[in-house]
């Protein structure tokens, strides 16, 4: 594995580099931050890796722990700035669901023809441990411990089992594979980033019969909590994932930090670290692009294909999300995507 100097020397030479790593970290602020190190161990080294290795990056830069963001906040602060568009680091200290409010939202689609499917998730990340570059083996299982002794206070619709991948059968993990549920470890960023280090100690899936609550454990972040089902209504998925991370609180500590909310690993996830997306067929839309991105943008949600960012649309079906997760409530965020996907319903029947 590469030293700092090392990696040092490929950030300065790869001219080209367009990451906001390349952009963001001079070599005034190398040299303040070199000799640096976090609580848990975490160095600018950690930091840095993947977008040194990586140049073609598009962010370049992970936090090696919840103090990383303190610590290496000279480089982090600017990279958080430029990639959520913001001037000052400025989250809601509260965490404000808006149950009343979301919860007489309902369907969003109640015909059922535009709307295939709704998901929200959350990141979160447990407070007395570093994010995957400083994690040890051991650290790994007793956080997935942890984490499990949680998801087994759930109760209800959110009863639900935990499959590690640690000796997980064929069956199993074909099941998962095709349900299109079980995460991989071929990511080349993230595994630079030590994303994968011990693969697949200390990791898992949890998730409910019905498969409408799911649970990924030490993917990328510490925990992934998922909330989804068939069609368009919003509140039914959004109080679960709710009534979840509140129970799950019961138990776990989670990181935050003033300004920027809920730590996780990536500095593109902080503040709610919450990301709420519809399936919608829109396929009239889809001819009519400048419309299209313009509600897009008049309303900070995001198109994506179906597959993921990057991806292109298939059938006229688009994954339209909230762009902004920094800077303002968890409710304000799904108000968001509520009134960016309204819109498109408008438009699309008007067409």
Request: proline share 4%; aromatic share 8%.
């Amino acid at each position: 594995m590469a030293d700092l100097p090392t990696l040092w020397g490929k950030l300065e030479a790869a001219k080209d580099s367009k990451s906001l790593l390349k952009k963001n970290l001079d070599k005034a602020t190398y040299e303040s931050l070199k000799d640096k190190k976090t609580k848990f161990g975490g160095t600018l080294a950690d930091c840095i890796r993947s977008g040194c290795e990586n140049p073609e990056s598009g962010v370049g830069i992970y936090a090696s722990d919840p103090e990383g963001y303190t610590t290496f906040a000279p480089v982090l602060d600017k990279v958080i700035k430029d990639y959520h568009k913001i001037d000052k680091i400025d989250h809601p200290k509260a965490t404000v669901f808006g149950k009343d409010e979301i919860g007489k939202v309902g369907d969003l689609d109640p015909s059922g023809d535009m709307i295939v499917s709704t998901r929200i998730r959350v990141g979160r990340s447990h407070d007395s441990y570093g994010f995957p570059p400083v994690l040890s083996k051991e650290d790994r299982v007793d956080m997935e411990k942890k984490t499990v002794e949680a998801l087994n206070t759930l109760e209800g619709e959110l009863k639900g089992t935990y499959y590690p991948l640690t000796g997980m059968s064929a069956d199993t993990e074909k099941q998962l594979i095709e349900d299109h549920f079980l995460f991989k470890n071929d990511d080349r960023f993230l595994a630079a980033a030590s994303g994968y280090d011990d693969w697949p100690t200390g990791r898992g899936i949890f998730h409910t019969p019905d498969k409408k609550f799911l649970v990924w454990v030490n993917e990328e972040d510490h925990l992934r909590l998922i909330s989804m089902q068939k069609g368009g209504n919003l509140s039914e998925v959004y109080l679960r994932l709710v009534k979840a991370i509140e129970t799950m609180e019961k138990k776990l500590s989670f990181a935050k930090k003033d300004g920027l909310g809920y730590l996780t690993f990536c500095p593109s996830n902080l503040g709610t670290a919450l990301r709420a997306s519809v399936h919608i067929k829109i396929p009239k839309l889809q001819k009519n692009k400048e419309i299209f991105d313009k509600i897009c943008a008049d309303n900070n949600v995001q198109a994506r294909g179906i597959h993921g960012e990057h991806t292109e649309s298939v059938g006229g079906v688009y994954d339209i999300s909230n762009k902004r997760r920094l800077g303002l409530t968890e409710e304000a965020a799904i108000k968001e995507m509520i009134k960016g996907v309204q819109e498109l319903i408008a438009k699309e029947k008007s067409l």
